[in-house]
């Protein structure tokens, strides 16, 4: 299983980016993908997750109603489109595979990471 995450770079406060991630191997991957984030000297936190069979979402606090996680079952694909961006948005963020929990002990499968950059 291999996840590729991609669309990290960097935006102004109160613009929009959009991440990706592709997700090979999906047969073994069946619960859901999740993003998490991690800045510099701060751990990684969980942002979003969704299931793959029902399309259920989970955000945590700091995202919610800015960002929107998808996912394209037929390309094994997950989206995070990020609008509203804050400064504090600023991280290094990852995909991973086979949870939509939002604790990263429960991911078994991680991406790359993709930088985010937001300037004030």
């Known amino acids: 299983v291999q996840l590729q995450a991609c669309g990290g770079g960097l935006a102004q406060a109160g613009g929009s980016l959009r991440l990706s991630c592709l997700v090979s191997g999906r047969a073994s991957t069946k619960n859901g993908v999740g993003w998490f984030r991690q800045a510099p000297g701060k751990e990684r936190e969980f942002v979003a997750a969704?299931?793959?069979?029902?399309?259920?979402?989970r955000y945590a606090d700091p995202v919610k109603g800015r960002f929107t996680i998808s996912r394209d079952n037929a390309v094994n694909t997950v989206a995070l489109q990020m609008n509203s961006l804050k400064v504090e948005d600023t991280a290094v963020y990852y995909c991973?595979?086979?949870?939509?929990?939002?604790?990263?002990?429960?991911?078994?499968?991680w991406g790359q990471g993709t930088q985010v950059t937001v300037s004030s």
């Open positions: 991973a595979a086979n949870s939509q929990l939002p604790a990263a002990v429960c991911y078994n499968y």
């Open positions: 969704i299931s793959w069979s029902d399309g259920n979402t």
